[in-house]
């Protein structure tokens, strides 16, 4: 399988290098572009974060591979991909949930009146969506969700709870599943919604991981959703969930990151002394560097996989399930690294006297748990591969 990029696959990696390097001259421009964020680097979650996607959007870099007929440029999938790994490189958002598994499901499966309504502000940035999956009783095993949708006359009143939904507290719409039959078995009786954030019957609360990042709950009393707000078909939901999950781990598990940090842990141990001596000409931290190399290649190359995978017309479940493992995994291999190399200097957070990079790496080394869990956990991941990519069967 040949990697390389074309020429004007290069010339584009040029053009949003260059629109970049103009952004970096706003005075916003250290909110905006933030990789000591971690994984939240890729919400647009501030105002001038959304000043960045809406200028994106101008650029005309949103939506690039939509169908002409929905507002798109019919491009090939890869300049998405290109424009990600660009973005993602300096810790800027992403063009994220409402581009690829809200904005693709919408043109796949949802009304003309969804797709009317919602479409054009996704092209626009002019909206941002959170996701509403994941619930107490329901995480690594999303089908048995609970959150009940009761039909009524004019659609149904949801009651319920969701739980570690990252942009509920920012977002405008929320793209939530519910049970819609509860007789059906629990993989045929969910349905898919879109809810206003503003909905008086929602209520959020904030969750803090240990790496800082703002995760939510959300609970539901007697929110009302009219039948123009289902997604496709009633009771097809988990179809949906599925491609959804899917296009958000092509869209947004990039490996421009990861070379990033690599680089820069690399750097670190050549300005790092123990004993009068660089950290980096000892052999076991060269051992242990020469290893986290080669697996960043082998992720590099299993993230291309999947974007070969989604030209060809496929949904990459399994390519999908394949990167997502190995490159979070590895960036928590590589944090680990880092603090186990750096020795107790490491474990000096951001602030403290002496912490190398600045507590970059303890910081590092608590972000990236939640790397493995959101976007379905690694547990998760290796089921997928295990039973749709080997065919092992169930235990």
């Given at each position: 399988m040949n990697f390389d990029f074309s020429v004007e696959e290069h010339a584009f990696i040029a053009g949003v290098r260059e629109f970049l390097r103009a952004e970096r001259e706003r005075p916003d421009a250290d909110d905006v572009m933030n990789l000591g964020r971690e994984a939240d680097a890729q919400l647009a979650d501030t105002p001038a974060r959304r000043g960045f996607m809406r200028r994106l959007a101008d650029a005309g870099y949103l939506g690039m591979?939509?169908?002409?007929?929905?507002?798109?440029?019919?491009?090939?999938?890869?300049?998405?991909?290109?424009?990600?790994?660009?973005?993602?490189?300096?810790?800027?958002?992403?063009?994220?949930?409402?581009?690829?598994?809200?904005?693709?499901?919408?043109?796949?499966?949802?009304?003309?009146?969804?797709?009317?309504?919602?479409?054009?502000?996704?092209?626009?940035?002019?909206?941002?969506?959170?996701?509403?999956?994941?619930?107490?009783?329901?995480?690594?095993?999303?089908?048995?969700?609970?959150?009940?949708?009761?039909?009524?006359?004019?659609?149904?009143?949801?009651?319920?709870q969701k739980?570690?939904?990252?942009?509920?507290?920012?977002?405008?719409?929320?793209?939530?599943?519910?049970?819609?039959?509860t007789t059906a078995p629990k993989h045929k009786g969910i349905s898919v919604f879109l809810v206003p954030m503003h909905h008086p019957g929602l209520s959020v609360t904030e969750v803090k991981t240990m790496g800082g990042h703002r995760t939510n709950q959300v609970f539901f009393d007697n929110v009302h959703v009219s039948r123009d707000y289902l997604v496709g078909q009633e009771n097809r939901g988990w179809t949906y969930v599925c491609e959804a999950l899917d296009y958000e781990r092509f869209t947004m598990f990039t490996v421009g990151p990861l070379r990033v940090k690599f680089e820069a842990l690399v750097e670190l141990l050549r300005?790092?002394?123990?004993?009068?001596?660089?950290?980096?000409?000892?052999?076991?931290?060269?051992?242990?560097?020469?290893?986290?190399?080669?697996?960043?290649?082998?992720?590099?190359?299993?993230?291309?996989?999947?974007?070969?995978?989604?030209?060809?017309?496929?949904?990459?479940?399994?390519?999908?399930?394949?990167?997502?493992?190995?490159g979070t995994e590895l960036g928590r291999r590589m944090a680990d690294a880092a603090l186990e190399m750096l020795g107790p200097e490491g474990l000096l957070a951001h602030g403290a006297p002496g912490a190398p990079a600045d507590g970059?790496?303890?910081?590092?080394?608590?972000?990236?748990?939640?790397?493995?869990?959101?976007?379905?956990?690694?547990?998760?991941?290796?089921?997928?591969?295990?039973?749709?990519?080997?065919?092992?069967?169930?235990?």
């Open positions: 591979s939509w169908d002409s007929e929905y507002g798109g440029q019919e491009r090939s999938g890869v300049f998405d991909y290109l424009l990600n790994e660009e973005l993602a490189s300096v810790g800027a958002p992403l063009i994220g949930k409402g581009v690829g598994c809200i904005g693709k499901t919408l043109i796949a499966h949802g009304s003309e009146r969804l797709k009317r309504e919602f479409l054009p502000q996704i092209l626009r940035a002019d909206i941002e969506f959170a996701l509403g999956y994941s619930e107490p009783s329901a995480g690594s095993d999303l089908a048995s969700l609970r959150l009940r949708a009761t039909p009524v006359e004019d659609g149904w009143i949801l009651d319920g739980m570690w939904t990252t942009s509920a507290h920012f977002a405008d719409w929320y793209w939530v599943a519910a049970r819609t039959d300005i790092t002394h123990r004993d009068g001596e660089p950290l980096c000409r000892l052999p076991a931290v060269r051992e242990r560097i020469a290893a986290l190399s080669t697996e960043l290649e082998a992720a590099t190359v299993l993230q291309r996989r999947v974007i070969a995978a989604a030209m060809k017309g496929h949904v990459p479940t399994v390519e999908a399930a394949m990167y997502k493992l190995c970059k790496w303890e910081h590092s080394w608590r972000a990236t748990v939640v790397d493995t869990i959101g976007g379905g956990s690694s547990e998760v991941q290796k089921n997928i591969i295990a039973r749709r990519g080997l065919g092992l069967p169930l235990a």
